[in-house]
């Protein structure tokens, strides 16, 4: 059962970084601090748009990967918490950009296949996140095998004419990571 989970959360960790377009910044580039730095275990970007974000002190920082500024993943569950950046369409609405990053994310984990459906939750609009709008998804994925399920949030925060996409998954709670999501400082 270790071996499929292992598996299947590796399947996951490769959506985080493709159910998007191309981000406006990548850290895969050693050296590149525009992308954030880790200080106290407290991930701090100064380029635009600027936030902290203090990482649970459960998750270990890792290289990020795909087209993700941030990975930190929780060594016990093997799941992780990313962040990207994403520039919004002009003259399209953040509501419909939103839900086309929402459709994306649900085709991808679908195409993956480990998925044998998913618990949708309504969308949750933000109108102020820290000052900022923001867009929130929760959703089960129901394990193809086994009982279990992975519980989903996909947070979108608008700053700068931009998403700051935070992806965090769990095997128990993500009331607890969307806390933690709480406190970032934007």
Known sequence: ??????????CVLILTGLFLGT???CADKSGEKENGVVE?????????????FPIPHQFRVQKPKFKEIFRALNPKTRLPITISIYDLKTGQ???????SL???VMGTIMKL???????????????????????????DCKLKRGSGSIKTNLLAIVKNNQFVSFFAMSFSDINKIKKDLKSISL
């Open 102 to 104: 929402r459709k994306k």
């Open 93 to 99: 609405s953040t509501d419909a950009e939103f839900e």
């Open 40 to 52: 106290n275990h407290v991930f701090v970007r100064t380029a635009s748009p600027a936030f902290r």
């Open 113 to 139: 296949g480990f998925c044998s459906r998913l618990a949708l939750k309504p969308v949750e609009t933000v109108a102020d996140y820290n000052g900022f709008p923001a867009y929130s998804f929760d959703f």
């Open 1 to 10: 059962m270790k071996m499929k989970n292992t598996l299947l959360i590796g």
């Open 23 to 25: 981000p406006v910044f």
